[in-house]
């Protein structure tokens, strides 16, 4: 079984920073993909950033040049950089672990964290 567990979410101005963490445990199939996602009430819960094992990232249009993931693959740990937030940012974060077809393709999600962003 797999846990993954999300800190760094909170209240912040426009324009300011937030990083957020994912650490996982239990056990991990190594070659795995870990991203963020996020849900604003109301909306479908939309990607924000991948990245696999590897280092290749992928990130939404909204997010590029301000947001920036990163893992330490020794810690099962995702980070999320997050600056020049705007009110738009605000939502549940929700952290995810995609295993490869080859391996199943299981998916596992955090709880989730909140980042308000006020004007």
């Known amino acids: 079984q797999v846990q993954l567990v999300e800190s760094g979410g909170g209240s912040v101005q426009s324009g300011g920073s937030l990083r957020l963490s994912c650490a996982g445990s239990?056990?991990?199939?190594?070659?795995?993909?870990m991203g963020w996602y996020r849900q604003a009430p109301g909306k479908q819960r939309e990607l924000v950033a991948t990245i696999t094992r590897g280092g290749r990232t992928n990130y939404a249009d909204s997010v590029k040049g301000r947001f920036t993931i990163s893992r330490d693959n020794a810690k099962n740990t995702v980070f999320l950089q997050m600056n020049s937030l705007t009110p738009e940012d605000t939502a549940a974060y929700y952290c995810k672990m995609t295993y490869p077809d080859y391996y199943g393709g299981n998916e596992f999600w955090g709880q989730g964290t909140q980042v308000t962003v006020s004007s």
């Open positions: 239990g056990s991990i199939f190594s070659t795995n993909t």
